[in-house]
C-alpha cells in the first residue's frame, strides 16, 4: 500500500513537472504602448464637452492625447484605434470632428448632462495582437442653451423676439478666449411662429419638471409662453395654468417666482403674479414639482385690499419685497410653513403662498408712504453686515416723495420668524443728487457670496438716466453712513433699456438700449471698465437673463 502511494506521489510531480517545463514554444512580442500625454484613467480622465444644437461640433483628437516612443509612422500602421462613449462605438478614427446632435444620436442619450458625464474609452488597439490600451474619457453633453448662456427678449416690429448670446471658450494658438455667439429669434426658429406683442420680461422658473435647467416665461403684453430653457421649446402658457381657468380681464403685468429656499424639507417654488389691474395671484408647488397649479381666485390680503404694482428683486428662495400703491405700502411676498397632524409623531409639514404687509416702519415709511408717493424701485439687499444675519433681511426702497428733488434711498428690515418689519438702527435714507423717474432702470444685488467681486457689488446700485448710467457706491463699513455717486465710464449709444449682471461672478455688467445695441463689460475694476463685445439685435431690448444653477447665495434676477 505504501508502494502504490509513492508511486502515486511521484507520478504527479513529474506531471507537474512537465507542465512548468519550458519546450520553447512561445513567442515573445515586444510591446510598445503609447506614452499618454496624462494618467487618463478613472482618477483623472480625459474630460471632453460638447454642445447639443445646430452648428455645435465635436472635436475629437486622439493624436493630442499620446506620443510613441519609437517610429511613429511604422508604428501607426501597426495599430487601429476606437472612440466610445456609454459603450457605443461612435469612431475608428484617430482625429475626427462629428456634430454633437449625431453623437447623442449614436449613443441613446435622453438627458443632457448637468452635473454629470457620460464615461467612455479612447483606445489605441495593435491589428496583430488586438492587444488594446485604452484611456479613459469623462465627456459632457450640455444642451443647445446652457448655463451662462444669456436670453435676450426685444421688439421685432409689432411683436417680440427671445435671442440668446453662448460665451463659448475657444483655444487659439495656445490660448483660451471666449467668443460670443448671437443666435437671433431662436424662439420662431425653434417653434415655428413669433411671439405677440410687445415685450415685457423674460421671468425666470426653477421648474425641475419641464427641464434639468428650469423653465422661462416669455412675458409680452398679450402672451406669457413657458419655455425649456435647455431647448427653448414652447410647453404651456400661464394662462393655462389655473386650477378653475384663467381669470376674467387676466393680462399680466408682472411675475416673480419665489425658489424653494429649503426643499429638503418639503419646500416647492411658489409663484406671484400681478394684472394690469393690480390682482395678485399666486402657486404652490410640491417639492418634486409634481403637482401645483394657480388659485383662480385673487389672494386676500387683509380687509384694506390691495393694488399691487411692483414686484422687487430677492435672492434665489428668499422674499419678494411688493408694492401695494392702494395703502401706499409695502408688502412681502413669501411661503409659510404648517405642520399639519394630531400629534408631534404625525405631523407633515405644508407650505403655503403668504404675502405679509408691513404694519410699523422707522424713518422709510414703509406702512404708509405720502400720498403721492412714486415707487421706482424695491430689492432685497445685503450692504449692513451687522443686524441682518438669518432670518433677518435688509431691503432697499428707490422712491419719490412729493416736493422733494432727489429721489430718496431708504432701507427697512423685514424679520421671518416674527413676520414683521425690522430696525437694527443702521438703516440709511439718502438722498441722490437727481430725481429719477418711471424710465430709469436699476439693477442691485443683495447676493451672499464672498468672492472679491461678488463682495463688491454688495455696496453698489445701478441707475440710469437716459443713455448715462450712474451707480450708487455705499462703504462697506456699516458705521459709515456717506454714498457717492459714480458715472459709469462708458459711451452707451441709445437709451438704457435693461441691465443684468453675470449672476454667479458679478464681474460682468450687460447694458440693453432702445436702438437694439447690447453691450457686455468686464467690470472687476469698475473705475475702468473693458468692453467684452458689442451686438445689436435690431429693436428695443425689454429684457437680458443668464441662465445657469442658482444657490440661496445667488441673486434671483
Request: proline letters at 4%; hydrophobic letters at 35%.
Amino acid at each position: 500500500m505504501k508502494s502504490i502511494r509513492l508511486y502515486i506521489i511521484l507520478f504527479l510531480f513529474g506531471l507537474l513537472t512537465g507542465c512548468f517545463e519550458d519546450e520553447g514554444n512561445y513567442s515573445y512580442e515586444e510591446i510598445n504602448p503609447p506614452l499618454w500625454s496624462d494618467n487618463f484613467n478613472t482618477s483623472s480622465p480625459k474630460r471632453m464637452s460638447g454642445y447639443a444644437g445646430d452648428g455645435e461640433v465635436m472635436k475629437f483628437r486622439g493624436s493630442k492625447m499620446f506620443t510613441w516612443e519609437t517610429d511613429s509612422a511604422m508604428r501607426a500602421e501597426e495599430v487601429r484605434y476606437e472612440w466610445k462613449i456609454k459603450g457605443v462605438v461612435i469612431s475608428e478614427e484617430l482625429d475626427f470632428d462629428m456634430p454633437t446632435d449625431e453623437v447623442v444620436k449614436k449613443i441613446g442619450l435622453t438627458r443632457y448632462s448637468n452635473d454629470v458625464g457620460e464615461w467612455g474609452t479612447f483606445s489605441v488597439i495593435e491589428k496583430k495582437t488586438g492587444i488594446t490600451f485604452p484611456a479613459r474619457l469623462f465627456v459632457y453633453f450640455y444642451p443647445p442653451f446652457a448655463p451662462d448662456d444669456w436670453f435676450i427678449l426685444s421688439e421685432n416690429g409689432d411683436k417680440s423676439k427671445v435671442s440668446v448670446i453662448s460665451p463659448r471658450t475657444v483655444s487659439e494658438n495656445g490660448k483660451n478666449t471666449v467668443n460670443y455667439k448671437l443666435k437671433d429669434d431662436v424662439y420662431a426658429t425653434i417653434n415655428g411662429h413669433d411671439i405677440p406683442g410687445k415685450p415685457k420680461d423674460l421671468v425666470m422658473e426653477t421648474s425641475r419638471d419641464v427641464s434639468a435647467g428650469g423653465a422661462c416665461v416669455i412675458l409680452t403684453d398679450q402672451v406669457a409662453y413657458e419655455v425649456n430653457v435647455q431647448t427653448m421649446t414652447k410647453v404651456d402658457e400661464v394662462k393655462d395654468q389655473f386650477l378653475d381657468g384663467a381669470p376674467a380681464d387676466f393680462k399680466i403685468a408682472a411675475m416673480r417666482e419665489k425658489a424653494p429656499s429649503s426643499p429638503s424639507f418639503g419646500e416647492g417654488s411658489a409663484s406671484f403674479i400681478v394684472t394690469e389691474d393690480g390682482r395678485l395671484f399666486t402657486r404652490m408647488r410640491s417639492a418634486n414639482y409634481l403637482v401645483g397649479k394657480y388659485l383662480t381666485e385673487p389672494y386676500y390680503i387683509d380687509a384694506k385690499g390691495y393694488e399691487i404694482t411692483m414686484l422687487g428683486h430677492s435672492t434665489y428662495g428668499q422674499n419678494i419685497p411688493c408694492y401695494d400703491a392702494k395703502n401706499r405700502r409695502v408688502v412681502m411676498a413669501t411661503t409659510w410653513r404648517e405642520d399639519v397632524g394630531e400629534d408631534m409623531y404625525n405631523k407633515t409639514s405644508v407650505y403655503k403662498t403668504r404675502v405679509i404687509p408691513l404694519k410699523s416702519h422707522v424713518n422709510v415709511p414703509v406702512s404708509g408712504f405720502a400720498e403721492g408717493t412714486e415707487m421706482l424701485y424695491l430689492s432685497q439687499k445685503n450692504h449692513i453686515s451687522w443686524g441682518f444675519t438669518g432670518t433677518s433681511l435688509l431691503f432697499t426702497a428707490y422712491y419719490n416723495e412729493p416736493g422733494a428733488d432727489g429721489t430718496i434711498i431708504g432701507d427697512f428690515g423685514f424679520d421671518n420668524r416674527s413676520a414683521a418689519f425690522k430696525y437694527a438702527g443702521l438703516e440709511r435714507k439718502l438722498t441722490l443728487p437727481v430725481k429719477l423717474d418711471a424710465s430709469s432702470v436699476f439693477l442691485v444685488s443683495s447676493n451672499y457670496r464672498s468672492s472679491e467681486y461678488a463682495e463688491d457689488a454688495k455696496y453698489r446700485d445701478f441707475y440710469s438716466v437716459g443713455n448715462e448710467l450712474y451707480f450708487v457706491q455705499r462703504p462697506d463699513f456699516y458705521f459709515d453712513f456717506s454714498m457717492r455717486v459714480v458715472k459709469f465710464n462708458a459711451t452707451i449709444p441709445s437709451k438704457i433699456t435693461s441691465l443684468a449682471y453675470a449672476f454667479f461672478d458679478l464681474d460682468q455688467l450687460w447694458i440693453g438700449c432702445e436702438d437694439g445695441t447690447i453691450q457686455a463689460y468686464d467690470i472687476r475694476n469698475i473705475n475702468s471698465p473693458v468692453l467684452l463685445f458689442e451686438k445689436n439685435v435690431g429693436g428695443k431690448v425689454a429684457s437680458i437673463k443668464q441662465i445657469g444653477w442658482h444657490t440661496t447665495s445667488h441673486d434671483w434676477y
